[in-house]
């Protein structure tokens, strides 16, 4: 398959003269588009209960708060395997998504109609429709606030959670009393509490390894539990501002806990501490969830990485401020 979707199409593999760039050019643009607007924000809209316009559609499912969880019948949840993880996944990559809203924006305006393709045909194989990404931006913005107030709720979850003496908070207190005691054995002296004596969110202090570019400092990383982990994975976010390829400029950590091990917490810390200071990590592609900071990172150029380190470490000394 070619990188060039219009190239992919019977017949227009070696399509390449004036007018056929000029196609491949607009055909790119139509993707982008209704990959955004359909694979992106549709699907999410759809597990938030969004309407394109921002407000909410009513569930027909009981709230989480009125349920016991003791007693639910699994046979009666719905089985959605990934669900969350396109979630978790929205998350890593919004800052892509939003520049790709603004690169979309720089090259076509609002309301102006997709250029039919010489390989499309009316009716039966056409990608018709219009440009909007002033709405797709305002619609990504809401996803965003959405997954935001969720995991707010799941802390709310997690005291009536831990009020019933649930499996869930039960199992969540006794990892922590367990990670607890791990991490003061360390040769680090990294911290973790839970917030208000929540098991649902636990507050990790790590501290920079000596003779790295992290060395001195000091960040703050909160994690959020949902009552129904480790079916729905925590969401992890640095608190502390810090300027590294794997964290989001909205501090959430890009990390791959062992897929065998993804209910046991500590395996998900070991991952987010490794994360932090891997030195040389294989590039990959899934994992771009701070766009600047990647192409520093990987930048052809010997200063584009001179410049990642610099700013890197101007983030480690501001965490001390």
């Known amino acids: ?28 643009q139509k993707i982008r588009h209704e990959t955004l607007r359909i694979s992106v924000i549709q699907r999410l809209e759809g597990y938030l209960g969004l309407q394109p316009n921002g407000t909410s559609v009513p569930s027909e499912n009981p709230d989480y708060n009125d349920l ?3 007693d639910l019948d699994e046979a009666n949840v719905p089985f959605e ?43 039966s194989n056409s990608m018709d429709g219009r440009f909007n990404y002033t709405e797709l931006e305002r619609r990504l913005k809401a996803i965003k606030e959405a997954l935001n107030t969720e995991t707010q709720r799941w802390a709310e979850e997690g005291l009536t959670s831990k009020a019933g003496e649930s499996t869930v908070a039960v199992n969540l ?5 367990q990670v607890s005691a791990y991490l003061k054995r360390g040769d ?16 990790i202090t790590y501290f920079g390894r000596p003779m790295t570019n992290l060395d001195g400092g000091l960040f703050r990383i909160r994690m959020n539990f949902s009552t ?37 917490i500590k395996s998900h ?52 401020e």
């Open 68 to 70: 016991d969880f003791e």
């Open 81 to 123: 395997p990934f669900k969350d993880l396109c979630k978790r996944r929205f998350l890593w990559y919004y800052d892509s998504y939003m520049a790709a809203v603004a690169q979309g924006k720089s090259e076509v305006a609002d309301l102006q109609p997709f250029v039919r393709m010489p390989f499309e045909s009316p009716g």
């Open 188 to 203: 680090m002296p990294h911290d973790v509490v839970l917030e208000n004596g929540n098991p649902f969110v636990w507050l």
């Open 173 to 177: 207190q006794h990892q922590f009393d």
């Open 228 to 264: 129904r982990f480790p079916n729905e994975q925590p969401r992890v976010r640095f608190e502390t501002k810090i300027f590294h390829h794997h964290i989001a400029a909205d501090g959430t950590a890009c990390y791959t806990p062992n897929p065998m091990k993804v209910e046991d």
């Open 1 to 28: 398959m070619s990188a060039n979707p219009y190239e992919n199409e019977p017949g227009y593999e070696d399509a390449n003269d004036v007018a056929d760039k000029q196609s491949q050019k607009h055909y790119i």
């Open 269 to 320: 810390i070991d991952a987010i501490f490794e994360t932090l200071e891997e030195d040389e990590p294989a590039y990959d592609p899934r994992k771009i969830v701070n766009p600047e900071a990647t192409k520093m990172f990987w930048g052809s150029n010997p200063d584009d990485k001179k410049q990642y380190n610099r700013r890197l470490r101007r983030s480690v000394q501001q965490s001390m």
